[in-house]
């Protein structure tokens, strides 16, 4: 085999902390942790240079049963990796995830994502978006993709990975990865193609393996990449396109800075009436409906629906929606000790004053939306499920008249 290096812009640690220089980009940073290939983006497990050198001079790909899989051995020790071993092994859980979607959803897609360059073509511009955009296209081609060069333009491969991802929707990367490695498997450009995920496969396949001289250090996160995707205007001509609401993720800090996450509100309904009985519905369905908009505070406790009621008002997003009334008392808090800090007081040169960036105001301004738009979402789903109820209900008596 030809002498192999390792590419430091390849198959980096991704950058999800919050540095000074993130501001503006916590939602997406969010996002990202939140999301099912978070331990692919940042696992760093020690490299060891013999390790990897092993894995690929002993590497043989052979089909079993129909399955792919490759045969190597490290330190003598035989490794059999296949898709499914990638997958535990980075902690994916995507067995059920996608590698395509239409030609006309990726390009809608990316079109509601603020995407300026031209669609129709398979080769995409990372500067044509804004910046948080270009961040998720950044971490993506950096961390967990084959790319090793060309790093302003994109495949339709990752084009699909951000569609998914962004449209909650899981991206097969395991078969990704196992694929990439196999074309990289005799290839006259051969390099050490990700090496933090290899080494992760060897570290959780083999078992008391010797840890041997010489180790590859990756590039460690650098704040700067903020500054870089926030400089890098490109073609996305100042405008900030926000994140889909499917990306939403609310960050709660606490004294001792622990971030406590959690997914955003499904904007669908967690019950979907088939067409046979929206069809039932008619006309009773659509009274229905209206009566309880009007009337749905004031149902009287000893008609059947008294117990949907209180069950219903007593789910988990009546313990949410203190959302907003948190999210202005800590405002009000903060204003107030600004306003008592003597030393702000008699500046007229305007340091020390209340002064916040553009993207602290838009990201100030996208979590009081997410509040509130939460709280939208929890009032119609309520109003979704009495009105399946009632559904059933009319259901029923439609049939008992029948009987009758």
Known sequence: ????????????????????????????????????????????????IEHQRQFWANATIITENGMHMIKTRVCDKPLTVTE????????????????SIPNDELFSSLTRMGYGGPLGVFK????KFSPQWRFFVHTLMHCISKKTTGWSEFSSTIAYALVCLATARKYNFSKMIFSDLVSNMGNKKSFFM?????QEVITHELTDIPHLVGVYVPKPPKGKVFSNMRRSAGDSEGV??????TMMVVSHTDEGNINRETKGVSPYPKEVLSEEEVEHMGTEAATTSASIEKDSGNINKTSPMATLNEQSFKGPWCQETK???????????????????????????????DKYSYYELMETMGNINLDILKQGKELEEMKLVILSQQVQITKLKKLVMKLV
């Open 194 to 198: 990700y090496p933090r995920f290899v």
């Open 240 to 245: 900030d396109t926000p994140l889909f609401p």
């Open 84 to 99: 499914e071993v990638i997958r535990i092994s980075l902690r994916l859980d995507d067995a059920s995830g996608i590698t």
């Open 1 to 48: 085999m030809a002498s192999m290096a390792f590419i430091d812009e390849h198959n980096e640690i991704a950058m999800l902390q919050k540095p000074k220089q993130a501001a503006g980009f916590h939602q997406i940073v969010d996002f990202l942790k939140s999301s099912h290939i978070a331990h692919a983006l940042t696992v760093s497990p020690t490299i060891y």
């Open 124 to 127: 995409f511009s990372k500067a």
């Open 323 to 353: 959302g907003v009334d948190s999210a202005s008392s800590r405002q009000k808090t903060s204003t107030t000790k600004r306003s008592n800090d003597p030393s702000k007081e008699g500046n007229t040169s305007g340091e020390g004053e």
